[in-house]
């Protein structure tokens, strides 16, 4: 992956310091308790689900009982485990303790299910929360964290385990997507008025996955943790964060909000399925419970998978879903759900109805090929591709990305501003990157942030983001040279909330380019 930085010097204090779990970290003062390691430009991380990563883990084992322990990305973590023991004690009890100071421990636990059953657990020490779960017989989902980001005294045991002779007689089922409505999406938008497309925006919901990797496990338990006895408002600088962890939406992060992590465990989300209906008349709002009556918007890349596929590189705030939809000349309404395509498709909640706006967008994002360069060039020719966005409001950050065509142009550059040519934002911390994520041959996915800097006051208006410079390395002509992806959840306007888009940016036609030999 190529990366540009501007300004260098800058970027390199703020990376300073930060541990990050992608390529680099990339921290702005703005946001210093909210981004944290947080890579806008990172690819996405694939999380395997519990029932994979258990297959495959590790163990530390005393007699028919295996401990293993795992981190966020359902991935071993191999530091714990080492540092994990079993002791039996002199009344038959299990007990885990680990030989050195950590922040928190998410750990699975199988045992013999055919010949014994668990009882009781016993986890309670200062300073800390625990959650004991029976996932199925035969697996326990053992979960300490110390709260105030504190460390757990490793002369205590994480937990004491009871067990009695006997099988269980009441397997435990699996948690599904489509039992907890408050994991319907809320906010769904859409725009384009009076074109063949349209452009859906929307925020991931999934109750219990409070460290957003797409499934609930125990590692979830850590966020409470780390934000124990936090009580915030929608003014609060850290809401994104604070609100996701939040379960039962009462404004405070406290024990109550384990509930919603035993009552979804292992429920797991693989993105989102588009339902389109057309409207009888403009103003109509369409019932989604109408049979027959909506069709699944296909993904192009994949029509076998969710329409917008979920994608995730470490954010901490809900992910921000963007599609674009070729629905044709006419009014129309959307709908999307949760959908887990791992194995039998789930499908969760509906969300709000949205129809096509009749009104002008809230913002709009386009190329333009900057002067003197147009869509005619030739091979060995560089120019500057402007990304604009039109008539937005309060805006303090944008993170957008799109295709390029490789067999026609390669990226060489991305820069806020250059000789007459400026920013809209004012003089903003800037990141640029090539080949950040999948995309379909022969296009390649480039992306950038552009950021006010602390202190700065948001903006209102129309004009460029960023220009991203390429080179024609090849002739020929393509209509698309230029395009946004289908659906992605890196396109988004931040106001000075962070994590909470301002507006549902239209996403404008490809642009054209024609290179001769």
């Known amino acids: 992956m190529r990366t540009t930085f501007v300004p260098l010097i800058l970027l390199i204090a ?35 689900t519990l029932d994979r990563a258990l297959a495959t883990a590790q163990y530390v084992q005393l007699g028919g009982y295996r401990l293993t322990a795992l981190n966020m990305l359902n991935t071993p973590d191999t ?61 326990l989902a053992v979960g300490v964290v110390a709260t105030g980001g504190g460390t757990l005294d490793p002369r205590l045991p994480l937990a004491t385990l009871t067990f009695a002779a006997g099988a269980a007689t009441a397997p435990r089922a699996a948690a599904m997507i489509t039992q907890d409505t408050r994991s319907a999406v809320r906010n769904l938008t859409v725009v384009g008025e009076g074109a063949d497309q349209a452009t859906l925006q929307w925020s991931e919901r999934h109750t219990g ?67 389109r209906t057309p409207l009888l008349s403009p103003d109509e709002v369409p019932s989604v419970d109408e049979a027959g009556r909506w069709t699944k918007v296909e993904n192009s890349a994949e029509p076998t998978g969710p329409s917008a596929p979920r994608d995730w590189n470490g954010q901490n705030f809900r992910l921000v879903y963007t599609f674009l939809d070729q629905s044709g000349v006419g009014n129309f309404g959307w709908y999307v759900v949760p959908v887990n395509y791992d194995a039998t498709p789930e499908r969760g909640p509906a969300s709000n109805v949205a129809t096509v706006s009749l009104i002008p967008p809230n913002a709009s994002l386009s190329f333009e090929i900057q002067p003197p360069a147009g869509p005619l060039a030739n091979v060995n020719d560089e120019f500057y591709l402007a990304i604009l966005v039109n008539n937005v409001t309060g805006l303090f950050s944008a993170n957008v990305r799109f295709e390029y065509d490789s067999t026609l142009v390669q990226y060489v550059e991305g820069v806020p501003s250059f000789t007459g040519h400026d920013n809209l934002l004012t003089d903003p911390l800037f990141i640029s990157a090539d080949d950040v994520g999948v995309a379909t041959a022969p ?18 208006g129309s004009g460029a983001l960023a220009y991203i410079k390429f080179k024609c390395i090849g002739a020929g002509v393509n209509s698309e040279c230029f395009r946004f992806p289908q659906s992605t959840s890196f396109i988004y306007l931040w106001g000075t909330t962070y994590g909470v888009p301002v507006a549902t940016p239209e996403l404008g036609v490809p642009q054209i380019l024609n290179v001769g030999g």
């Open 443 to 460: 296009y390649v996915l480039v992306g950038f942030n552009a950021t006010e800097t602390k202190g700065t006051p948001a903006v209102d």
């Open 79 to 139: 530091a714990l485990l080492g540092a994990l023991r079993l002791k039996r004690g002199a009344g038959g009890e299990l007990s885990i303790w680990h030989a050195q100071p950590v922040p928190a421990a998410s750990l699975y636990l199988r045992y013999d299910a055919s010949a014994q059953h668990f009882v009781a657990a016993q986890t309670k020490r200062a300073g800390a929360i625990s959650l004991v779960l029976e996932v199925e017989p035969g697996l």
């Open 209 to 275: 996955d409070f460290d957003l990797n797409g499934e609930v496990n125990i590692a979830d338990l850590t966020p409470i943790g780390a934000n124990f006895k936090k009580v915030f408002t929608t003014s609060d600088e850290n809401y994104a964060k604070y609100e996701v962890i939040d379960g039962d939406e009462n404004g405070e992060i406290n024990l109550a909000d384990l509930t919603p992590i035993g009552a979804n465990f292992r429920s797991h989300i693989s993105g989102y399925d588009i339902y």
């Open 14 to 48: 703020l990376i300073a310091g930060c541990a990050s779990q992608t390529n680099w970290g990339w921290q702005m003062s703005q946001f210093d308790m909210r981004v944290a390691s947080y890579d806008p430009l990172a690819p996405s991380i694939d999380v395997p």
